[in-house]
């Protein structure tokens, strides 16, 4: 079992940025994959961004690219989301979730474990 805990969620104004951290613990290992999703009210989850064993490949949603960054720290177990120019349509609860295979995933079914979320609230 892994154990995943998002952090950093909160309030940003439309164009401010947050960061978000999930840290795994339990049955971690570095042959995994991670990403973000998020879940709006009424919506489905979608995929935001995912990242590969050992940080060689990134996936980024069409519409966060070149504003929101992935990464991860193998070493503290730990998965990242920076998010610069936010917008309204953002808000949502933003999940972390590991897939156990080193290629990543764009899909909700591919991943093996997820976090409880943090809730991300952007104003206009």
């Known amino acids: 079992q892994v154990q995943l805990v998002e952090s950093g969620g909160g309030l940003a104004q439309a164009g401010g940025s947050l960061k978000l951290s999930c840290a795994a613990s339990g049955r971690t290992s570095s042959t995994y994959s991670m990403g973000w999703f998020r879940q709006a009210p009424g919506n489905q989850r979608e995929f935001v961004a995912a990242?590969?064993?050992?940080?060689?490949?990134?996936l980024y949603k069409d519409s966060v690219k070149g504003r929101f960054t992935i990464s991860r720290d193998d070493a503290k177990n730990m998965v990242y989301l920076q998010m610069n120019g936010l917008k309204p349509e953002e808000t949502a609860v933003y999940y972390c979730a590991v897939r156990n295979l080193i290629t990543s995933s764009t899909q909700v079914s591919g991943y093996d474990y997820w976090g409880q979320g943090t809730q991300v609230t952007v104003s206009s």
């Open positions: 990242i590969t064993w050992r940080g060689l490949k990134t």
